[in-house]
């Protein structure tokens, strides 16, 4: 899915115990919300073995909203929503997200299985919410003269660099886990591999008969280090480890292979909407892709590169209503000569909101992007109305028969909408409903300014600068749908964003309609 994908919406707060002043013991469940176990007990008894595992994911609001739902049948169709939100592969049907949390559920009763709901100690809750560590080590405690020294664990997760103790404090089989009481908040996506010190025996955590690592290139490394390179490595690492855990505790639901294991791939994109045929709108989704982000390969003497771009649309009820996909492949001079790729997949949907889902995959990586927006689509009966603006790197004159064709015009595409100075700023659009004369000939006025959305600076001096560029013409043309292209002079630009304001009237009703959309100028 570029970036992690996102788990704002799922945040989870422990419930804390102070047992020192260093440390904070953590309770096996999540925080209950007023009235839980009651509604809790409303549930089938698959529901309730779901449940418990999903507690850590959903956070307070949306155990109430799942709570609250009355039969079986409507519960099962929000869970479905919310594991189709969180897919991070949301064109694919595969969801590697839910795949692996219900794995991870199923290990967590198997291998730290406790006889109180929810069917784990600590150990089952980090491993549903962080998965499997790459070590784990374990003390399984004593008694001398200075008193009970309770059994321990401790893991180490290596793609996160974080680390967890565990502690059986009442020596019943109940580990719980401690977090040092100051949170200290890392920035960015998780860091990659590190190594620390570790504490007694330590030997990597795997189950027998069960593979449950993901990745391969985890175990590998750790297959090579000795227990004398782990030794070796203590103090500020350790400390950080976890520091880490606290940070990642408090700021995630949960953490999953591909949030780890996949590199974020850099992709534009934009999806403009234009009226169609047969109550329908032409629905362009456009994507650019820096060249340099790709791998390049060698194929016939010839560097090469292939990205596999894929779109799923969905109405309200996330049922799918549409779904395309198309391969980018560039190769020779056309790959070195552009330094963004574009590609473009063409649509027809009805009119109404939609969920859109994005993905991007470079064939010769593991790099990939997922996104997900919601977009309105207007009927277009408006006299006159107009089409969404369509930013564009070229458009020129053109036969059939080549890519991002519109009528005799080939509109490339341009989702980054950055121009650098002094190239100049080039859209297009089409506009609909114009009255016609007896020979069927359309006249209309277009007018269009340009407005800076921040304040220009001089020097060490914030400028307001309330219009850069206004201008308006008039033309006409044969029907009642006029396309038009317009290509915008920078000079009077300077670094920043902008907005353009595009107003057409019709001459022979005076009426008009607007569209307005942002871009930005680059040095």
């Known amino acids: 899915m570029k970036k992690r994908p996102s788990r704002g919406n799922m945040k989870y707060r422990v419930a804390l115990i102070i047992l020192s002043g260093a440390l904070l013991l953590a309770p096996s469940r999540a925080e209950c919300i007023p009235g839980e176990k009651k509604l809790v007990a409303r549930l089938t008894p698959d529901e ?29 169709r929000w869970l479905d929503r919310f594991w189709i939100e969180a897919d991070p592969t949301p064109t694919t049907d595969e969801n590697e997200a839910r795949s692996e949390h219900a794995q991870r559920v199923e290990m967590a009763r198997e291998l730290f299985g406790w006889k109180k709901p929810p069917g ?178 060698k194929r016939d003497m010839k560097s090469s590169a292939d990205v596999e771009l894929r779109v799923l649309v969905r109405d309200e009820k996330m049922h799918k209503v549409a779904s395309d996909s198309v391969d980018l492949a560039i190769s020779g001079s056309a790959l070195a000569n552009a330094p963004l790729l574009p590609a473009q997949i063409v649509l ?53 028969n080549r890519r991002f064709v519109k009528g005799n015009l080939q509109v490339v595409p341009h989702p980054l909408r950055a121009y650098r100075l002094p190239d100049p700023v080039m859209f297009y659009f089409e506009i609909y409903g114009l009255g016609t004369d007896e020979e069927g000939v359309a006249s209309y006025k277009v007018e269009y300014k340009i407005v800076p959305l921040e304040k220009r600076r001089w020097g060490p001096v914030l400028k307001e600068t309330p219009l850069a ?30 907005r353009l304001d595009v107003t057409v009237t019709d001459l022979r009703t005076s009426r008009t309609a607007a569209r307005s959309a942002t871009f930005s100028i680059v040095e």
């Open 48 to 76: 309730i073995r779901e449940y418990y595992g999903l507690q850590y994911l959903l956070g307070d609001s949306g155990k109430k909203e799942y709570l609250s739902l009355r039969t079986p049948g409507e519960r099962a």
């Open 120 to 297: 784990w100690d600590g150990r089952g809750e980090i491993y549903i919410r962080f998965g499997p560590p790459s070590l784990r080590s374990s003390d399984r405690g004593d008694v001398n003269t200075t008193g009970l020294i309770s059994p321990t664990e401790y893991w180490y997760y290596d793609a996160l660099h974080m680390s967890v103790d565990f502690t059986d404090t009442n020596l019943m089989g109940n580990f719980t886990y401690a977090i040092p009481q100051k949170t200290v908040k890392i920035p960015g996506a998780p860091g990659r591999s590190v190594s620390l010190s570790n504490r007694g025996s330590a030997r990597p955590f795997t189950p027998p008969n069960i593979d449950y690592i993901a990745h391969a290139r985890t175990r590998a490394a750790f297959e090579k280090w000795t227990l004398n390179r782990i030794w070796e490595l203590e103090g500020m690492q350790a400390a950080r480890a976890k520091e880490n855990f606290t940070a990642y505790a408090e700021e995630y639901a949960a953490i999953y292979t591909c949030d780890t294991e996949w590199q974020p791939l850099p992709l534009y994109f934009d999806i403009a909407s234009f009226r169609g045929g047969d109550w329908s709108d032409r629905v362009d989704v456009s994507f650019e892709i820096p060249a340099k982000a790709l791998k390049i390969e």
């Open 469 to 498: 560029i206004s201008s308006a013409f008039e033309t006409g043309g044969y029907g009642k749908t006029q396309p038009q292209r317009l290509s915008i002079a920078t000079d009077e630009l300077w670094e920043g964003p902008f």
């Open 348 to 400: 027809a949907l009805e009119p109404g909101r939609y969920n859109v889902a994005i993905e991007a995959r470079d064939k010769s990586s593991n790099r990939r992007a997922a996104f997900r927006t919601k977009i309105d689509l207007p009927a277009y009966t408006g006299s006159p109305s107009i089409s969404d603006i369509q930013f564009a790197s070229s458009i020129e004159e053109t036969e059939a």
